[in-house]
């Protein structure tokens, strides 16, 4: 400033004050904005996680509200995640999948996020790659918008191939590796025969634990 | 100030003092999220949108800011903007607000938004501010698309892909391939294809300002270009 103020602190003041005006302003702006978009928001997550589980089960094939009837188991030896969200599919009332996410395979640059969809019988309804760090043009051929690999698993169970086949084709097994990336689909085909096993042992478990979900309190 | 010099503000926005290709500004999303020309368009339009709101605002309060805590204030009001950009993306354009992630709230750091306040609309009135957040912003976008768009054709053989992200379903009409047969060079989708794209269009954009230099000094007296249309 150029002329020198009259006591030092009041410019002092009189800027943690404007500080303050812009602070509460800005504050506002955006807590308006949450207020505005915050459904809107909450709906979008959730249309993408239901779009996402249709993919693997088709919605025409359950008739109960998917979204609702979930709980959180913790196995993660077995599904290689601390928490896995187990959601139900019935139809009048019989199981007819569940899908569990995430379930997570060794990727080659780390954890790789799957859902994976067991039906009752025991075949996988779908394996769909949530996120993956892998090298792009090699390794992320897992993910559906890369190629359709991953629909290879669709049908399978642990009969289908039989146990030693659940493998690369490298080592002995049924599944295709791509050019240039074997860790990838090795992680990908364990982990999900891992699931598999799991949902073998834990059946009677997964469909009949009570769902966690509550209805919002707030209309 | 007297008469604001509009056809400067663009020029100066678009081409000679360009945030991306001259002030070399924002280049952290401009390498990240350029894989794809939708991507590069829709972060520069949010970058655009932020930056012509903390233009607008930044020149209205600029009388009443005290010198000493300015920048606080400035960097307050763009984190407020952002924010409020980034609900409104998450909430209208969900799936374009999945793929630039974490790249939009991170225009809170991009330096182009905090440099045009501090050097530009704390010192202007609020209409020279409001063209220079546009012209400056439409400049960046500019290059991000140009940068999207090499890199997107080279790396993966598309062009638009991902259209009805930012447009609607209609838009996918639009998205164009060169054939399943195209491998796609992956060095142009990977960080390092952002680098050596960037560095094409600076040499570009150098070579033509050479070319018109020369030009110009042919022939001095001749009326200059911007005179026409």
Not at chain 1, 169 to 185: C, E, H, K, L, S
Not at chain 2, 168 to 174: D, M, Q, T, V
Request: net charge neutral; glycine share 10%.
């Amino acid at each position: 400033m150029a002329e020198p103020a009259p006591r030092p602190w009041v410019s002092a003041v009189i800027a943690a004050a404007v500080l303050g005006i812009f602070a509460v302003i800005g504050a506002s702006l955006v807590g308006l904005s949450y207020e505005g978009t915050a459904e809107r928001i909450a709906q979008n997550e959730k249309q993408a996680l239901l779009d996402q589980l249709n993919a693997i089960l088709p919605s025409a094939e359950y008739d109960n509200q998917l979204l609702h009837d979930y709980f959180d188991l913790q196995a993660r030896p077995e599904l290689g995640a601390e928490q896995t969200r187990a959601y139900r599919a019935r139809k009048a009332g019989a199981p007819v999948a569940v899908i569990l996410s995430p379930v997570v395979a060794k990727g080659y640059n780390g954890g790789i996020t799957l859902v994976v969809g067991i039906r009752a019988d025991g075949s996988l309804a779908g394996v769909r790659a949530l996120s993956q760090k892998e090298t792009p043009g090699l390794g992320d051929k897992i993910d559906i918008q890369k190629s359709n690999w991953i629909l290879g698993f669709n049908g399978k169970s642990l009969d289908n191939p039989s146990e030693d086949k659940w493998k690369v084709r490298r080592d002995g097994g049924d599944f295709d590796q791509f050019t240039g990336a074997t860790i990838t689909p090795r992680g990908v085909v364990a982990a999900v025969h891992k699931a598999l096993v799991y949902y073998q042992a834990n059946k009677d478990k997964l469909f009949n634990t009570e769902s966690i979900y509550r209805e919002p309190e707030h209309g | 100030m007297a008469e604001i010099d509009y056809k400067r503000i663009a020029v100066d926005g678009l081409w000679r003092n360009n945030q991306a290709l001259v002030a070399l500004l924002g280049l952290c999303p401009l390498m990240a999220v350029t894989n794809t020309l939708v991507n590069g368009l829709g972060l520069g339009l949010a970058t655009t949108s932020v930056l012509l709101m903390s233009n607008v605002t930044i020149s209205g309060i600029r009388h009443w800011v005290r010198a000493e805590v300015r920048l606080p204030v400035f960097v307050m009001i763009i984190a407020s903007f952002v924010t409020a950009v980034e609900l409104v993306m998450n909430a209208f354009f969900y799936d374009l607000y999945k793929i630039l992630g974490i790249f939009i709230p991170l225009i809170v750091t991009n330096c182009t938004i905090i440099g045009r306040a501090e050097a530009f609309a704390s010192r202007n009135p609020v209409g020279a501010s409001a063209m220079d957040a546009i012209f400056m912003g439409l400049g960046s976008t500019m290059v991000l698309s140009i940068l999207g768009g090499m890199r997107e054709l080279i790396g993966q053989g598309t062009l638009f892909s991902g259209a009805s992200l930012l447009f609607g379903h209609a838009a996918s009409a639009i998205e164009l391939s060169l054939g399943d047969n195209y491998q796609g060079l992956l060095l142009a989708i990977l960080p390092p294809g952002a680098f050596i794209g960037l560095g094409f269009l600076i040499a570009l954009k150098n070579i033509i300002d050479k070319r018109a230099s020369k030009a110009a000094e042919k022939t001095p007296a001749a009326v200059p270009a911007e005179a026409a249309s």
